[in-house]
């Protein structure tokens, strides 16, 4: 992926240097979703920080004055055509996040992801957007709203990241919220 930088942020590949980051907000997930990429050691960081270097779909955001790693965005392209199941060269892409809850409340989700957007639609051709968010993720919820998504329907009991007390699966309510690049462009307008 190409360097995206903000006012305050970098947008990069993970690099070595990133995986006492890491580490730091993946120890103990915030949401459930997150919880089978929960990272316990040093060395799976660095690991998976190993991994990630190579793959543009998690993308490290950073402090841009101390090049500290303070969360994470991701996504992909919907890769099949789940009417034909062959190969495609989608225009709807998956978005999310992961932050470092000592970075919180500072602007720096929603000044990523907008950078991440504008990318998405002005550099790779993007049409559409997408972000599930579990119901009970407030934050999540804010962000896909300040980001200017709208919500498009609520999946009960969708998917299931952990286990009741008896071991059956908790399944979550999960929000969908989307944006199309025209809706983006047009709020884009308006804030002129």
């Excluded at 991701?74 to 992961?98: A, L, Q, V």
């Excluded at 000044?111 to 968010?133: C, D, K, P, T, W």
């Excluded at 998504?149 to 990241?161: A, K, N, P, V, Y």
């Amino acid at each position: 992926m190409q360097t995206l930088e903000t006012n305050r942020l970098i947008l990069r590949n993970f690099n070595a240097a990133d995986a006492a980051g890491l580490l730091e907000y993946t120890a103990n997930p915030r949401v459930n979703c997150f919880m089978d990429h929960r990272i316990s050691t040093l060395e799976d960081a660095a690991a998976e920080v190993e991994k990630r270097s190579h793959d543009d779909s998690h993308i490290a955001v950073c402090l841009k004055d101390s090049n500290e790693l303070i969360g994470e965005l991701f996504g992909m392209r919907e890769d099949r055509d789940s009417n034909t199941d062959k190969d495609s060269n989608s225009d709807t892409y998956s978005i999310g996040w992961n932050f470092n809850g000592r970075f919180e409340g500072k602007g720096y989700a929603s000044e990523s992801a907008n950078a991440f957007i504008e990318h998405l639609f002005m550099e790779q051709g993007i049409r559409r957007l997408y972000a599930y968010v579990e119901d009970d993720n407030f934050r999540s919820q804010k962000l896909c709203e300040k980001l200017g998504m709208r919500r498009e329907g609520l999946f009960l009991e969708f998917i299931s990241f952990v286990k009741n007390e008896d071991g059956t699966p908790k399944y979550e309510n999960t929000y969908q919220y989307a944006l199309l690049k025209k809706e983006w462009l047009a709020q884009r307008e308006q804030q002129k």
